[in-house]
């Protein structure tokens, strides 16, 4: 088992930052894939960002590609998405999850086995 909790959501003007962190417990966080999901009110959840298990990969949704930066810290037990350049239209509830099976990144909701209770970001413009 493993339980996430994002930290460092809230409201900024469209064009400022915020750094995400989730803190992951358990002994075999070095294991997991994490990845980074936003859902919007009234949206289905949707893939922002990932980081393999190894830390060796990431991979971005290609409407943050650019502005957005995952990180892992194996000694922390946690995983950072570091967001730039924010627009309105990244306005979501963010959520931190953990992918246990060993494999490249997956970049879909149900491919991942624990969920954060996520945190919410508000882009104004």
């Known amino acids: 088992q493993v339980q996430l909790v994002e930290s460092g959501g809230g409201s900024v003007q469209a064009g400022g930052a915020l750094r995400l962190s989730c803190a992951a417990s358990?002994?075999?966080?070095?294991?997991?894939?994490m990845g980074w999901f936003s859902q919007a009110p009234g949206k289905e959840r949707e893939f922002v960002a990932a980081?393999?298990?190894?830390?060796?990969?990431?991979y971005y949704a290609d409407s943050v590609r650019g502005r957005f930066t995952i990180s892992r810290d194996g000694a922390k037990n946690a995983v950072y998405l570091q967001m730039n350049s924010l627009k309105p239209e990244d306005t979501a509830v963010y959520y931190c999850?953990?992918?246990?099976?060993?494999?490249?990144?997956?970049?879909?909701?149900?491919?991942?086995?624990?969920w954060g209770q996520g945190t919410q970001v508000t882009v104004s413009s």
């Open positions: 999850a953990a992918d246990s099976r060993l494999r490249p990144i997956v970049p879909r909701a149900g491919e991942y086995d624990y």
């Open positions: 358990g002994r075999t966080f070095s294991k997991f894939g």
């Open positions: 980081v393999s298990w190894t830390g060796g990969s990431t």
